[in-house]
T-cell receptor, first 111, second 114 residues
């Protein structure tokens, strides 16, 4: 079964609003990563948060990690139409294991 | 090249034919991954290489699927006797072996079995 599960499956917001996506996972991890995918092709790495970190920022992105609850959230502030994409979390159990992806959240930002 | 390169970009094949998909990772990246994605779905893990060896083949859906990697670089995913359910986008990714960096993805190969 999938290690990471994103919630919600789909999210539609107005431009300028904040978007929050959540990810839950089942086992202990080395780090957790968030990716973005446009138009069903290659994914782009957004941000990585290590298991000993609780929060990380990158531009308009804010990621939190709660290892006690085995969950993470991705916040996109002041969303733009160009943020419309699918967002996936991926868990990394160790340095020598494959990244395991969830099913993703489809974000639509309406101008 | 600067990024992960996959070829072909699109492939239409007849049911029962064999296909080969190629992935050229970023130079120096020791870890290479193959995933499959059906329309509107998440990424299904297929196989993972560390150098030329594949410590995890658990995701290969059947014995019709195989993959190899030579010289710690290019990888090929082969699907024999293709079936219609093999239709999907096949994605390749690579990253450094240290495990604290994100993966870089290619643009994928869209396989259609008719």
């Amino acid at each position: 079964s999938q290690q990471g599960e994103e919630d919600p499956q789909a999210l539609s917001i107005q431009e300028g609003e904040n978007a929050t996506m959540n990810c839950s996972y089942k086992t202990s991890i080395n780090n957790l990563q968030w990716y973005r995918q446009n138009s069903g092709r290659g994914l782009v790495h957004l941000i990585l948060i290590r298991s000993n970190e609780r929060e990380k920022h990158s531009g308009r992105l804010r990621v939190t990690l709660d290892t006690s609850k085995k969950s993470s959230s991705l916040l996109i502030t002041a969303s733009r139409a160009a943020d419309t994409a699918s967002y996936f979390c991926a868990t990394d159990l160790s340095g020598n294991t494959p990244l395991v992806f969830g099913k993703g959240t489809r974000l639509s930002v309406i101008a | 090249g600067a990024g992960v390169s996959q070829s072909p970009s699109n492939k239409v094949t007849e049911k029962g034919k064999d296909v080969e998909l190629r992935c050229d990772p970023i130079s120096g990246h020791t870890a290479l991954y193959w995933y499959r994605q059906s329309l509107g779905q998440g990424l299904e893990f297929l196989i993972y290489f560390q150098g030329n060896s594949a410590p995890d083949k658990s995701g290969l859906p059947s014995d019709r699927f195989s993959a190899e990697r030579t010289g710690g670089s290019v990888s090929t995913l082969t699907i024999q006797r293709t079936q219609q359910e093999d239709s999907a986008v096949y994605l390749c990714a690579s990253r450094t072996g240290e495990g604290v960096a994100g993966a870089f993805f290619g643009q994928g190969t869209r396989l259609t079995v008719v």
